[in-house]
DNA sequence: CCGCAGCGTGACGCTTTTGTGACAGGTAAC
DNA sequence: GTTACCTGTCACAAAAGCGTCACGCTGCGG
């Protein structure tokens, strides 16, 4: 669960050490050396979430989070704070002022980013996604089952996306370049003939001569769930 | 949303004014002079929140804390820290010791009722504490014991905890992270993997070739208690 | 009937994900 | 103290998927 954060420090150092960390771990990290600044980026690019320095050249982490929770647009932003030892006394107003969560320094890597996906996660609730059922195919994505007439049907994770985009956009044609965008991400990179193969794949799961014939190819288009089988004329 | 609340505090006269306020809100309040007592209260009556003293004469609130939540059955109940100013640093380690939120002293009968409700609200996915039996497994929270066809099976606390949520929501599938938040903590920051060598050490407590086929793997997504097996593609 | 572009298919390295055994702390009971 | 668990984390092994390719088939326009 990649996200934009925004890294409020003055501290050089600290800074690369963090925004490294959080790289690796993903995510996309804006940073600002003074609070100023931080505000400037807060308003323009509306971060997910900001990682704040208790002690900032000017402007208190407070009063930074206080005008932050003061914004209509940036009050849902979470904050966790930063504090060195010493200031404990300081979390307790920090929590008070709005921070979602407040980390001590010197932390480690680890707990930084448990503790930045478990803010975002409070904020953001799973959406539990409803199960398809279509053609005597039925696609549970809360359990991660497939089965046709209560047989169950064995997908690997990337067929079982696949079916899923499909199912849930049935009847119309979708190219190798629409799947690949929707299925695999857009931003991978892989050859358009792989589409094919998983679809092929994919097929092959599905009883064969019955519902494999719900994924259907469009010549020169792409592929399509249907549940109007075609007729192959009987020439 | 009326509780049961225990409520841990030496000094008669402000016990007397918290159980008022409580009462007058709707709960049911239970009393403690001293640290001992309140063990006594949490163990045989299982209350739905600890509103607890710092400072107790014999125990001091976080040993409580630390008591509370080093038992199985009393680990998630949720705790509300006392505290004078003067102690505000000692919040801190409350928090961190385990308390769900902190009041200092003097507070407004209000802002006690309000965080209480704060505190249960958060905690209200509570999962049954009825016994659970599934898949000609039966797992029972109340005596803390897993069976299968009347044999026991021992279990760790973690194993234990981990197939409670998982037979409490079983079919449906889990991620490791979303196992580490419900069978850990979201408090805690251990790694992902974690999970795979517990689910490993459950699987092995169960009967070989057996239930432990109950605990399932999804491949890409995580894992899931099901009681319909999979069936292996005979190829 | 031919050629061509599009599609199906089987095989094959390779990467990612998961299973497993071992190990160093930590805790509670003894 | 010592003993017997638990626990979290590794490193390594096994397994399962994945992306590509080469080749063969198919339908369509000439």
Do not use: C
Not at 73 to 82: K, Q
Not at 135 to 160: S, Y
Not at 176 to 193: C, N
């Amino acid at each position: 669960m990649p996200a934009n954060i925004l890294l409020v420090e003055d501290e050089p150092a600290i800074q690369e050490l963090i925004a490294a960390n959080l790289t690796r771990a993903g995510h996309t990290v804006m940073r600002a050396g003074d609070a100023e600044t931080g505000q400037r980026i807060v308003r323009e690019a509306l971060p997910d979430l900001v990682l704040l320095d208790w002690m900032l050249p000017g402007m208190s982490g407070v009063e930074f989070a206080r005008r932050l929770r003061s914004d209509e647009r940036t009050r849902a932003i979470p904050i966790i704070m930063l504090t060195a030892r010493g200031e404990e006394q300081d979390k307790v107003l920090g929590l008070e002022t709005g921070a979602d969560d407040y980390i001590t320094k010197p932390f480690s890597p680890r707990e930084l980013v448990a503790r930045i996906k478990a803010v975002l996660r409070r904020r953001a609730p799973q959406v539990t996604e409803d199960a398809v059922e279509l053609g005597g195919l039925r696609l549970d994505p809360a359990t991660h089952r497939v089965t046709a007439a209560g047989e169950p049907i064995n997908l690997g994770p990337t067929e079982f996306r696949l079916l899923h985009f499909l199912m849930t956009h049935a009847e119309r044609v979708h190219s190798r370049s629409q799947l690949l965008d929707q299925v695999w991400g857009d931003h991978v990179f892989v050859e358009e003939r792989t589409v094919d193969v998983h679809i092929r794949r994919l097929r092959s799961a599905l009883e064969p001569g019955l519902h494999d014939r719900l994924v259907q190819t469009v010549r020169g288009s792409g592929y399509r769930f249907s549940t109007e089988i075609e007729t192959t004329p009987a020439n």
